[in-house]
């Protein structure tokens, strides 16, 4: 298949972007890392009358600290970059953790972290761990800037609340608390496939060794990155352990709302979301008490 016809234009600044996605609005696509976009245009779900390349504005790509500790990534770094810089190993450990999971390594050569936060998809890795981690997104369009919450970004399958005529342009991914370990868990048929099911979890403990905070979101087992808030109250207060962890999973199964598809149907993907729970939250676990596996 090839695409429908469309206008090329490669912008070399953020505002000549922002000036040309203001002309055309919603007739114009952004073009990132192409890793989702091109396949559709080639089958012809999507038909843009203007394709906007954002591959020439070098200022969007870095990775630096961010504020209170965190991280801050431009929308159109690299996935493998984020794989491998050392940086959002020490600062977004679990987003660094959730990265080989993507895909394969080709696919994040090109992929941007802005460009799949943006597609939203519900079998995607990133727009769970940014729900996970409470991330901040920064747009821009010709009429302002703004910041959006995570809980905010994400409504709907394929959809965020970012305007026609505005740009991701960088995500904050604040750290996490202190005393807290952290875990991605996903099950696929094979490896770069996407996932059946995946979970990203964290959890922090008081002074007393107790769960103080407990953080639970899914991939693939609802419309968007889908967070399990009565599991997660069930674990605030409680001592971390398997009596504790298994009943926390059949609790989020139950809670998950997945649709299933040609390789799994709701009921073993609800039981893949226990299963994930539950290692998920051990490995968590684990890291509190010094370990790295």
Do not use: C
Not at 144 to 163: G, P, Y
Not at 173 to 193: H, K, N, Q
Request: hydrophobic share 45%; no cysteine; proline share 7%.
């Amino acid at each position: 298949m090839k695409p429908a016809p469309f206008e090329f234009i490669a912008p070399n600044t953020l505002e000549e972007a922002l000036d040309v996605l203001e002309s055309h609005g919603s007739d114009a696509k952004l073009l990132a890392g192409g890793q989702s976009l091109i396949p559709a245009m080639n089958f012809r779900l999507m038909q843009p009358s203007v394709l906007i390349d954002l591959n020439r504005i070098p200022s969007l790509a870095y990775i630096e600290e961010g504020p209170g500790g965190g991280l801050r990534i431009g929308a159109m770094t690299r996935q493998r970059a984020v794989e491998r810089s050392a940086l959002a190993a020490e600062r977004a450990p679990l987003l660094h953790e959730a990265m080989p999971h993507i895909a394969h390594t080709q696919i994040r050569n090109r992929g941007t972290i802005g460009g799949s936060l943006a597609h939203a998809d519900p079998a995607a890795e990133l727009p769970v761990v940014a729900l996970a981690l409470d991330a901040v997104f920064h747009v821009r369009s010709k009429r302002e800037e703004r910041t959006i919450a995570a809980e905010d970004f994400f409504q709907f399958m394929f959809s965020t609340d970012l305007a026609p005529d505005e740009i991701l342009t960088a995500i904050d991914f604040p750290p996490l608390p202190d005393r807290s370990g952290w875990a991605f868990v996903e099950f696929a048929r094979r490896r770069g496939d996407y996932a059946l099911a995946g979970v990203a979890a964290w959890l922090s403990l008081d002074s007393e060794g107790m769960i103080r905070q407990a953080r639970l979101v899914y991939l693939n087992l609802g419309e968007g990155p889908l967070r399990a808030v009565e599991t997660e109250t069930a674990l605030t207060g409680q001592l971390p352990g398997p009596k504790v962890f298994k009943p926390a999973g059949q609790q989020a199964a139950g809670e998950v709302d997945p649709i299933g598809n040609v390789h799994a149907a709701p009921e073993y993907q609800r039981h893949l979301a226990g299963v994930l729970t539950e290692r998920a939250l051990a490995r968590a676990a684990a890291r509190l008490n010094g370990s790295t596996t």
